[in-house]
């Protein structure tokens, strides 16, 4: 049988363990580099027809039109959502984008830490420790029992969000244009009215950008706390800035934020952030700030290489069988 082989673009060292290990496995001829995708190393997909690319880094339309002519046909991106692609225009181009499903507990898991640490004034109490001031908080915290949660998108991992919730005690409310569980569904303009905190875990697209906009913030109950770990631009971040600033939210917690690309997964200890919204909301003793890392665990990276080898693999057999 002969063997396929896959471009894996932007490939950290413990991804490029995995697709090493997996590859045998499915018997796949692995290309590897830890280079985003851009004009220059298009030459390494010359002979695959599929590859693999991350999230990290926005493909532009010149390059997607380079990789057709390399004669890529599928692109497996190694994330759930698919928003630094332009999906019509790829298609346009005949390639094919695929998206890769894996664990939602990462998210789950990590968007019920972020919310408890934002109603327990986590941010403070650490920095106030860290240099030694162990006083009680001015401000009590909440408990989750006690609190409306409204979940923006229910998904495979706003449904878990909601799954570990009902623990708690909790009421939740939903909003989701397709609703996809048990869940109460309201309009969103009543659930931002009634949560206390409001949780987002819609796709990014033209219809979710800004979803949250300077009306709907407006809108939402005083006090309340936003938790982000969807996409940044789901959230109107100037008006966010605005109600924090001016008292009208009581916190927030973001795990992504607009204009992350260039910032997170970098090293800016020794350079200057140019970032004037980042530095903005660090600024803020109730907002905290994580850099797009709630998917980041080893049950999700396995499943995330897996996947993507398996999704390659699909599209590979089923065009065979077509031409045929």
């Known amino acids: 049988m002969t063997k396929m082989g896959i471009t894996i673009y932007e490939c950290g060292q413990d991804e490029a363990v995995l697709f090493r290990e997996m590859a045998p496995r499915f018997g796949v001829i692995p290309t590897i580099t830890a280079a985003p995708i851009s004009e220059a190393n298009i030459d390494l997909a010359f002979g695959n027809r599929c590859i693999s690319v991350s999230h990290k880094t926005q493909i532009t339309n010149s390059i997607l039109r380079a990789l057709s002519r390399a004669g890529v046909a599928y692109i497996s991106t190694r994330s759930s959502g698919y928003n630094h692609i332009d999906v ?108 206390d905190i409001v949780t987002l875990h819609t796709p990014l697209n033209a219809d979710t950008h800004h979803l949250l906009t300077c009306r709907r913030i407006e809108c939402m109950k005083h006090g309340a706390f936003i938790i982000n770990t969807g996409r940044g631009s789901l959230l109107d971040t100037e008006a966010l800035i605005s109600a924090l600033e001016s008292g009208r939210l009581g916190g927030a917690a973001l795990d992504v934020l607009e204009g992350e690309e260039g910032i997170f997964y970098a090293d800016y200890r020794n350079k200057p952030i140019e970032s004037k919204l980042l530095l903005r909301l660090q600024n803020l003793p109730n907002v905290l700030i994580t850099p797009h890392t709630a998917y980041y665990t080893e049950h999700a990276l396995r499943d995330t290489v897996e996947n993507s080898i398996i999704n390659c693999q699909k599209f590979d057999k089923e065009k065979i069988v077509w031409v045929g």
Request: with cysteine.
């Open 88 to 195: 019509d225009f790829a298609q346009s181009v005949g390639i094919s984008v695929e998206n890769v499903m894996y664990s939602p507990d990462s998210v789950a898991d990590y968007t019920l830490m972020l919310m408890l640490m934002a109603v327990r004034n986590a941010k403070s109490i650490i920095s106030r420790t860290n240099i030694h001031d162990f006083r009680l908080n001015e401000v009590r915290g909440k408990e989750l029992r006690d609190m409306t949660i409204g979940v923006i998108g229910t998904g495979r991992i706003g449904a878990a969000v909601m799954d570990r919730l009902r623990g708690f005690g909790c009421h939740i409310l939903a909003y989701d244009h397709r609703p996809k569980t048990s869940a109460t569904y309201v309009p969103l303009d009543e659930l931002l009215q009634l949560s």
